[in-house]
Every structure is written in C-alpha cells, then in structure tokens.
C-alpha cells in the first residue's frame, strides 16, 4: 500500500512541473510586468533595468523556471517580488482556510444530495422526486457569487448581521498569525454563508448520481427479491444501496474538487476570506509571479494529493479492489 | 446631633457621584482600535513603497522631525524646537532628550541624518527622493541638534517634511544595517523599527496587521489604546455590515457612494469628510515620442490632443462637470478645474473659465479640422481601481457624443494602467485621481515637464518655472498671487485637466474619540481612545 | 462543471425500452423525440432557451431604451411604468440592459460551445481512432488543461488576453472559455470512438477497402452523436455561467457593452437602496442556466432512457 502511495506521488511529479510550467510561461505572456508597479514614482529605466536584472526578469524564461525549480529543490518558494514575503509562509497562511472551506462546501453538497437521492430513489417519478430534482437543478443554475450575493443579502443585511458579512475566525490551535482569537463558534459563523454558496452548486450532480446509482442496486435488489421478502427489506436495501452509491460518487467528489478550487476564488472574493483563492487572483492580477507560481503549485499538488485520497477511498468501499 | 457616619457617608457619595462626572470625559485608557481599509497595503517600508495604506501605518508607527495640524500649523515630533536662518537656506531643529526607537536606540542627530541622506541616495529607490530635490546636505551639529542646509529657498520645507506622503519617519539606523529592503517590504516586526505612539507587532498579508501600544513613546499617558488592528474589506458593502454589527470601529477611507445609506443605517456614526484635496483628472497626453520609442526625448505632438484647440474643445468646454459630479459622485463632490484642488493651500477657483459650453467646443472643433467630414474618435483609458472611474469615463463618453466625439472606453486593471499611463504608452485621454496634494509644489514629480511621472508629457518649462516660483517666493501673500497665476495658465493650456475634487470620507463608531480628520495626510490614532 | 455525466448502468432499462420500441415498431429518433415531449421539465427549458434566442436576436427591437444612453435626471429609479426594472447609476434603463446582455451571454455561451466542439470531437477522434502515440500525445495535451481548475484557466487567459470591450472583447472571452471545454469533448468523442472501434462491421468496412475518413463519419460519429448533443447543451449553461463569473471578477467583456455579470457585480454595491439593480441581472442569469439545463437534462432521458 505504501509503495502504492508513493509510486502514484512519483508518477504525479511531471503533471505538477508541467502545470507550474505552462503557468510561469503565461504569466508572463500577460502584458505589464510588476517593476513599474514595484517602483511607484521613483521609477527610472535604469532603476527598472536594475531590479529586473536582480530578479533574473531579464533572463530566457525557460532559464528563470530552471532557476526556480533549483530554488523550490532547496524547499524555497522564492519571494514575492512586490511584497518582499516569503511565499511558503503567505500560502501555508492561506491553506488551512480555503481547506476549510472546500471540505464543509462538500459537506453541504452531500447533505443536499443524500436526501434528495434517498427521496429520489425511493419515490421515484412522483412530485417528491421530480421536487427532489428540481431544487438540486435550481441549485446548479445558480452561479456562485450571485448565491452568495443573496446570501449576503437575506443573513447579513436583510437580518441585521446575523452572520458575519466577511472576515475570518480562526479555529483554536490553527491560527497562524501571532494575534488571534480562535473560536469554533466564530469560525463556523464565517464558513457558513461561503461554504453554502459554494457546495448548492455541486449538489446537483451528487443527487443525480446517487439517485441513478441507488435506483441501480433497488432494482436488481427488486427484481430478485421483491416477492420473496416484501417491503421490510426496504431498509437493508436502502443501506446497501447507498454503500454501493458511495463508490462512483466518490469519484466523482474527487473530481469536484477541480470546481470548488475554482468557485472558491469567486466566493472568496466576495466574502473577503484571507484564503488561497483570492490569494491567487490577486497575486495573478498584480503579476506578482512568485506569488503565482506558489498558487498553481499548492493547486496542482492538491489536485494529486486529492485524487489519491478519493482512490484509497475506492479500495476502503469496496473490498474487490487492492492496491498491491 | 446627627449620626456621624451617615454624615461621612453621604459626602463620600455624593463625592463620588461628582468624581464620576467628571470621569465619564476624561480619555479612558485601553482598548483594541478595529480599523478597516477599502484596499491592500502593497509594502512596509516607509522610505520606499507606496500607498495611502501603507501611509497611514507609517504616520502610526514612525515619527519625524515635524507634525502639522488641520489648520496647517507646524507641531513639534520628535523635534521639540527649530530654527530657520533669515535667508531661508539653514533649518536648525533641535531634539527632545527622551525619543527612542522601538528597539531602545536613541533617536538622535546621527539617526536623523542617516535617514535623510538615505532618502536621498538613489540606490535606495526611495519613491520620496524627489521631494527633497532641494536639499543640499544635513549636518551634525551635536547629539540632539541636527541642521538641514538647502540649496536654494524652499517655501514648503517643513510642509514636506511633516506631511508629504507621511512626512519624513524615521528609521532606525541599526535596524536599516541589520536588516534587508525585503524585511521592510514585507513587514517584518524587527525590520520596521522606528519611534511612533504604536509599534508593528505583525503583518500578514491579506489577514491583518497589528500595532501595539509603544511603552516608551516620548509623550507620557500617550497613545491611549492599547493595540490597533488593521484589516481590509475591499466592498464597501461589506464594510457597511462590518460597521453596523460593531465588527469594525473605523473605515479608514469610505465611498462616497455609501455615505447616505450608512448614515441612515447608523445614525450615531460619525462620518467624517473635507473640501477636497485630491483632483479627479480627464488628463490629455500632448506629446508622444517622434522616434516611437516610450521615454524618448524627441517629442511630436499628439495627433489629437497636441492641439491646444482640441484640449479645450474636449477638456474645457465639451465636458460637463456638474453632471458627472451629479451622476458619479451623487453631487457630493466639486466640479473643479486647475491643478489645486480647492482643499488645497492656495487654491483658487477658476472653474468658471470653462462652462459647459457644447456649441464653442463644436467650433474649436471645426477650427482644428474636425466635423461631420472628419469625425474625431478617441480612446478613453481608465482602470478597475475605483469602480467611480468608469462611471466618469461613462458619462464623459456621453457627452462628447453631443458635440460629435467618439470616445471609446477601455477599461483596464491598475498594474496595466500603470505601464501604459506613466511609461509614455499609447493612450488619448485617462481619468484617474492623482495624488493628494497638502500644497501644490507636491505636484511637481507629477506635472513638472521634466519629471518621469509627467503622463501627459508635455514639453512646456513654463510649469516648471511656475513650480520654481511658487517653491522659492517665502512670502506667503505673493506666493497667493503666483498660485492664482499658475492655475490661469494651467486652464489656458490644459496640460492638466481637473474634473472634480474626489472625495475622502471616513467613518467612526461614535464610542472612538480623539480622532482628528486631516483628510488623506494624517491618519493618526496618537490621541485615539474608546468611550465604552 | 454545472453538468452530469454518462455513466454506465446495467442494460435492464435498456432492454426493455428496446423491446417496447421493437413492439411499437418506431426508430430511435422518433422514441427520442416522443420521450422528450413528455417531459414537461424539458418543455419548460426548451421554451426558455427559444425564449433566450428570440430576445437576444430582436434585442434592438424589442428594449425601449439604448441601453447605454445615460439620463441624470432618472437615476435609480424605482420599477415603474416608464422604466420596467428601474434604473441605474447612471439612468440607464435596466430592462434595455438585460435584453441586450442577452447578446453577449448567448453569444459567448453558444460560440463557446461550438469552438470547442469544432475543435475537441476532431481531436477525439483522431485520439480514438489512430490510438498509439497521437493518442497518447493529444490526451496528454488534453489532461493538461483539465488538471486546471477551469476558473483559474480561463482567468489567467483572460489576462492574457487583455479584457476589453466590443466584438473583440466577446471573441477574447469565447476563445477563452472554449479552450477549456475543448477536452471535454475530445475525451467523450474518444471514449465513444474506442467502445465501437473494435465492433465486427468496422472490421468488415476496413476489409471492404472503405477508408478512413468515410469510417469516422458516417459510423463513429455517429454512434457519439447523442452524448454530443447532450453535453453541448449542457455546456452552453455552463459558459453562460463561467462568462458571468468572469464578468464579475472584472475579466469578461469590459463595458459599456451590456453584460449580465457586470451589471451585477457594479450594482451590488447599491443593494442596500436599490436591491434589484443587481437581483434582476442575476435572475437573469439564473433563469437562463435554469433553462438550458432543463432542457439538455430533458435531453440526456430522452436519448438515453436508461439513466431514468
């Protein structure tokens, strides 16, 4: 199993160079680079030629990547041309965060989309179902910022502050900062409004798949069964349905993952959270390329990291499958 | 006879209920200050980077030589006294005996020369350099007395010392040696060493930066709180729910947009806001490089706006400011024209040289070559920092489509805006609002004909002479008359073009007391307290 | 992805759907098409997107007002008789606006689609077909761009490209979001193209001395039409929504070309005063989505019965 595990994060590595590659390429394709920006009114060319020269901007881009790849060998994430900050120590700031809000974003899918599959399954073609259906379909017309513009609206408006409109709580022991008030109460307060915005989304796909899975297993089960034991199977069907559900779904969260990374730059954004999302679009907006490199690399390591996971996760639900 | 101890008692009450009284007024010590700022603080070193942000941390956590208060007299810092020699050339100022810097190091002469001369060496990058252009060299005179020789007469030496950006703070020499320009930049507690009412405990990025109450700062019983904490919320929207649940104590720079809703969210609020002292500018470009090459020094004139005619077609009478101050600002801000913005020393009020007059712009127009034969399309460049920009450009675009002007938008973020509007890219007209000016001599770096941030690249000395002047004349009454000069002639040649004052606004909690509106200068919570 | 995909389920439902059509002697279009018409979810989505299609091509016709002239003496306004939705800012008629925001949301989301279409289902079935190195080369090419969270993708291309307005702005955010749905259907078209490839009759064609190319079309292609066809409508949902997405974040096509996400996001800021500024733009949105979604889901049953 162990060797499993880290053949598959060897076999990841050239996904991950290849996809901080192409991201050192196009940042700076972008037009613009940061030095205009970074001296302000003191700018002069021969000041400009100087710290691109510093920074190695006027090197061959492949050199610069060769350059940054030596350095991140050493465990050094480079530094943020603008800011001066150790980019490491910005990201590992940011993780837990954008972490928090990608796992509870799945849990609010799943929380949507087991019912609504269960009900689906059970009282399938009735107004329950197509109900069940519909709400989740609602869920994946709605793009993220708006749901959480409404959100924002109905909670930290309309209801006077309810839950807070921005900001970030830290939970006890994981803040990084040396001035910080954890609190479990506060930090769900904050999570709550972005993680529903971001997981309706994702709650659509999740009840159909469990719904067609369940509906799958009911049927044979049915078919075989249905007049030998009547309905007080019902419940052990249930069950074994839903386990058997469990497996393409699985799969398919892994794949989700993709999304909520995406949707979560949107969400925090709007919710002003200090989590990687919006670490990244700013930092790809103020073309600090340091700053973008880390992003694409914690998000391209995720990824592998993930799909790992979702993996090992197949083999726990179903016992045919090993890993040798 | 009556009973003694009740007697006692009852005094001792009614003592206390007077001492009470008069507690209830004086500055209660404590407190965390919960500042909000609209935007991010791009870096923490005082010297070099730049940002209203970062401005109004140094103004917290450094001192200077010299303050200056709203009415625009100068305060002693860390300087308790000074002298100006009768020619104007020597500026004596003498130390107070019991200023340190946050690491314990004496703020002395030699720490006050180290940090002008670092100013002014080019290798630092310092973005404040060219306001010290006038400097000739600093000297020691001896441990508390340190003497700054000019070359020539500078009217405005103390304003630019005490307010221009965040005045000179200082640093302390040992840590400037200890540690690197990256430290600073990025904010590390040990770097950014200098000697205000608060010191830098911390600063994420994106998260929060805190400043603790500095025990030993020169001024006993002062700052009152204990701890200020600064964080962003870039919407304002969000700021307004922060502020209403009582999250947040102070919006640092509020939108004028909001202002009405607020208030009537939060009728207690104080809300805070001054005659304007930063321009909103249509700026023109007038010249561009003859040889093509950005920066150059052979000039042509721009194919539209080299022509003078077209300038006050377009930025004199085909624009109508009171509309855009009604659409963009909710009339909450001065149509203006000239380079002073009317909160501005010296300013004056020409505005009334360019009425919105569409008929005399049609006939510039015509004169310049342009009509229904040869229609005039232009470009009009703005960025995303401030969703207000597009607003203007918006209703500008309107109103140059009645006197037969295409004006097409483009729309571009701040970092592109940077590389194209000051490195001599293509571009027509920009709207932007510049720096904010205490005096219009800080202007100079910005509309000089020689300076590197001069985007409309105009070639006209005239300017330059008229910032000399205005720098040099020490009498403040003739200094009145070349303000008013400078602004006629800047509407005679649009080489600037005012819109409007921007407004600033800020927002308190009614329980923060002390705190001193000084518009874009001064953000200080030296004298800060809570009233809870 | 806003989307389900197919996955594969036994072929009970299959079998029997086979054996009703067989009893009623029809051809799978016209089951297809029957199926679709019972559907009354897939009416209601259909209607929508036709709707959507309408107004957008009759856009200058049907709004009262420009939506871009704007009118100091009525900004803000409430809903009324004279202005519908209100207006904004800048006195701009909010209804005009919508209408023709549905130019630029149709557009990028259809243009969207087929770009990548046009360019994915030939790439899927070269990969498919020919196998070997091209095979492995594409879809590494493929899986590339799918290792990207689509947002990041389609915002650092959007930078690069330079956000700006007009046609060009739109045609920027198209080739923007088509470059990331390009492997979407390169590997479905694949995966259809290995499922049958090693089917008896292509053999037999190939023997036959039928080539190639009259192979891909007229037999493979073909059989992947219906998850074609499915995904595609799909997938104009899901443009409409990155598109809105990116004009929120300030990265679509730049004003004053009227667009959904950027109304929404610049009247946010009012939505204390004036909250349907910005609810209307986003039920627009919504709405739009909603429709196209109903309708390719309508469209996933009726081909293919046995997802039901």
Redesign the interface.
């Known amino acids: 199993m162990r060797i499993y595990i880290l053949r598959r994060l060897a076999e990841a590595v050239p996904?991950i160079l290849?996809?901080t590659l192409?991201?050192f390429v196009?940042?700076r394709?972008?037009?613009?680079?940061?030095v205009?920006?970074l001296?302000?009114?003191?700018?002069?060319?021969e000041?400009a030629a100087k710290?691109r020269n510093e920074y190695g901007l006027d090197k061959p881009i492949l050199v610069q990547y060769g350059l940054w790849l030596a350095k991140l060998a050493q465990g050094d994430w480079g530094?943020s041309i603008?800011?001066?900050?150790?980019v490491l120590k910005?990201v590992l700031?940011?993780l837990p965060v954008t972490l928090e809000l990608i796992v509870l974003s799945m849990a609010v899918a799943l929380a949507i989309a087991i019912p609504a599959a269960i009900i689906g399954a059970l009282r399938q073609n009735t107004w329950a179902d197509?109900s069940a259906t519909?709400i989740a379909?609602?869920g994946?017309?709605?793009?993220?910022?708006?749901a959480g513009?409404?959100l924002?609206?109905v909670f930290?408006?309309a209801l006077?502050?309810t839950l807070?409109?921005?900001?970030?709580v830290y939970l006890p022991g994981t803040c990084?900062?040396?001035?910080c008030t954890g609190s479990v109460w506060a930090n769900m307060m904050h999570v709550v409004m972005p993680a529903v915005a971001l997981g309706i989304?994702r709650a659509?796909?999740l009840t159909?798949?469990l719904r067609?899975?369940m509906l799958?297993v009911i049927?044979?089960e049915y078919i075989t069964t249905a007049r030998a034991k009547g309905l007080a199977e019902k419940p052990v069907v249930l069950k074994h349905a839903l386990k058997n559900a469990l497996i393409?779904t699985v799969t398919?969260m892994g794949l989700q993952v993709?999304?909520l990374?995406?949707?979560a730059?949107?969400v925090e954004?709007?919710?002003?959270m200090?989590g990687l999302g919006?670490?990244?679009?700013?930092a790809?907006?103020?073309?600090d390329y340091q700053q973008v490199q880390g992003f694409a690399l914690i998000?391209?390591f995720a990824?592998v990291v993930i799909n790992l996971i979702v993996d090992l996760t197949y083999s726990l639900l179903d016992p045919r499958i090993r890993y040798a | 006879m009556r009973h003694p101890v009740r007697n006692a008692a009852t005094l001792i009450v009614i003592a206390m209920m007077l001492g009470g009284v008069t507690v209830a007024h004086a500055q209660k010590r404590g407190g965390t200050l919960r500042v909000a700022y609209g935007n991010e603080i791009a870096g923490l070193d005082f010297h070099v980077t730049a940002g209203y942000e970062m401005i109004w941390v140094a103004t917290n956590v450094g001192c200077g030589l010299v303050s200056i208060t709203p009415e625009g007299k100068f305060i002693p810092d860390a300087a308790e006294s000074w002298q100006i020699s009768p020619d104007g050339l020597l500026y004596t100022f003498k130390l107070r005996n019991n200023v340190v810097f946050h690491d314990g190091t004496k703020v002395d002469a030699a720490a006050v020369k180290f940090n002008i001369d670092r100013i002014m060496d080019p290798a630092t990058r310092s973005s404040v350099r060219t306001f010290y252009e006038a400097v000739h060299s600093v000297e020691v005179l001896d441990a508390r007395t340190v003497q700054i020789r000019l070359k020539h007469p500078y009217a405005f030496m103390l304003h630019m010392l005490a307010a221009y950006r965040m005045g000179l703070v200082l640093y302390s020499p040992a840590a400037i040696q200890k540690y690197s320009p990256e430290d600073r930049r990025a904010g590390k507690p040990e770097a950014t060493i200098s000697c205000g009412p608060f010191r830098l405990i911390e600063w994420v990025k994106g998260n929060q930066l805190v400043m603790d109450r500095f025990d030993k700062y020169f001024e006993p019983g002062l700052p009152y709180l204990d701890r200020v904490i600064i964080r962003t919320i870039k919407d304002p929207v969000t700021q307004m729910a922060a502020f209403k649940a009582g999250e947040v104590d102070f919006l640092a720079d509020f939108s004028v947009d909001h202002v009405d809703t607020l208030r009537a969210q939060n009728p207690n609020a104080q809300i805070m806001t001054g005659k304007e002292t930063t321009p909103m500018v249509a700026m023109m470009k007038v010249t561009v490089p003859a040889d093509g090459k950005p920066m150059s020094k052979n000039r042509a004139p721009h194919p539209i706006f080299g022509d003078v005619r077209v300038r006050k077609a377009l930025g004199c009478y085909g624009i109508d400011r009171k509309e855009i101050v009604k659409l963009a600002f909710k009339g909450q801000a001065t149509p203006w024209l000239g380079i002073i913005p009317p909160g501005t020393q010296d300013t004056v009020d020409v505005t009334s040289l360019c009425p919105y007059d569409p008929a005399k712009a049609k006939a510039l127009l015509a004169e310049a070559g342009y009509g229904p034969q040869k229609p005039l399309t232009l470009e009009l460049l703005t960025n995303t920092e401030k969703a207000v920009f597009n607003v203007i450009a918006t209703v500008i675009k309107e109103q140059v489509a009645r006197i037969g002007v295409t004006a097409n938008i483009r729309l571009v973020d701040k970092v592109s805006w940077l590389n194209t509007a000051t490195q001599d890219g293509p571009f027509d007209m920009y709207v932007e609002d510049l720096a904010s000016l205490l005096v219009v001599d800080q202007n100079a770096y910005l509309a000089a004909s020689t300076a590197a941030w001069n985007s409309a690249r105009h070639t006209d000395t005239k300017v330059d002479d008229y910032f000399a002047r205005y720098a040099r004349e020490m009498d403040s009454a003739k200094r009145k008359v070349i303000a008013k000069e400078f602004q006629e002639f800047s509407v005679e040649n649009l080489y600037w073009n005012t819109i409007s004052g921007s407004p600033f606004y800020q927002v308190a909690q009614p329980w923060m007391k002390g705190y001193t509106y000084q518009a874009e200068f001064k953000v200080i919570y030296r004298k800060v307290w809570l009233d809870r | 992805m806003n989307t389900l995909p197919n996955v594969d389920l036994p072929v009970v439902g299959e079998l029997a759907g086979a054996a009703l059509a067989a009893a009623r002697s029809e051809s799978p279009l016209a089951q297809a098409l029957r199926r679709l018409r019972k559907s009354k979810t897939a009416l209601f989505g259909g209607v929508i997107a036709v709707a959507l299609v309408v107004v957008a091509i009759f856009a200058d016709v049907l709004a009262p007002y420009s939506p871009t002239a704007s009118d100091q003496r009525h900004t803000f306004e409430a809903p009324s008789r004279a202005y519908p939705l209100g207006t904004d800012q800048l006195g701009r008629d909010m209804l005009s606006r919508l209408i023709h925001g549905s130019r630029i949301s149709l557009a990028v989301g259809v243009a969207s689609v087929l770009l990548a279409l046009f360019v994915g289902v030939p790439l899927g079935l070269v990969a498919g077909f020919y196998g070997g190195r091209l095979d492995a080369g594409i879809m590494r090419l493929m899986d590339l761009v799918l290792a990207f969270p689509i947002y990041l993708l389609a915002i650092i291309l959007m930078v690069i490209f330079t956000p700006t307005a007009g046609l060009i702005g739109t045609i920027k955010v198209v080739g923007a979001i088509a470059i990331v749905r390009i492997p979407i259907y390169a590997r479905l078209v694949r995966g259809s193209v290995l499922s049958i490839k090693e089917k008896e009759y292509i053999e037999a064609c190939r023997a036959l001395g039928v080539g190639d190319r009259s192979i891909l079309f007229h037999h493979v292609l073909p059989n992947s039409l219906a998850p074609i066809i499915v995904t595609t409508t799909l997938g104009i949902a899901t443009s409409i929504i990155v598109e809105a997405t990116l004009s929120f974040l300030g990265l679509g096509t730049q004003p004053p070309t009227p667009s959904w996400g950027w109304d929404l996001k610049a009247n946010v800021a009012f939505i204390h005063q004036n909250p349907w500024l910005a609810l209307f733009p986003g039920l627009a949105i919504f709405v739009t989505v909603l429709g196209f979604n109903l309708f390719g889901d309508g469209l996933r049953d009726a081909l293919d019965p046995r997802m039901k």
């Open positions: 996904t290849m996809i192409v991201v196009m940042m394709s972008i037009p613009g680079d940061p205009v920006a001296l302000g009114d003191a700018f002069t060319e000041d710290v530094t603008l800011s001066g900050r150790p910005d700031v940011r197509y519909t379909m609602i994946v017309s709605i793009p993220e910022f708006f513009v409404l924002l609206l930290s408006v006077h502050g807070p409109s921005s900001g970030w990084p900062m040396l001035v989304g659509a796909l159909r798949l067609a899975s799958e049927r044979t393409p398919v993709g999304f990374i995406g949707g730059i949107v954004a709007l919710f002003a200090p919006s670490f990244g679009i700013d790809i907006i103020a073309r998000t391209a990824f």
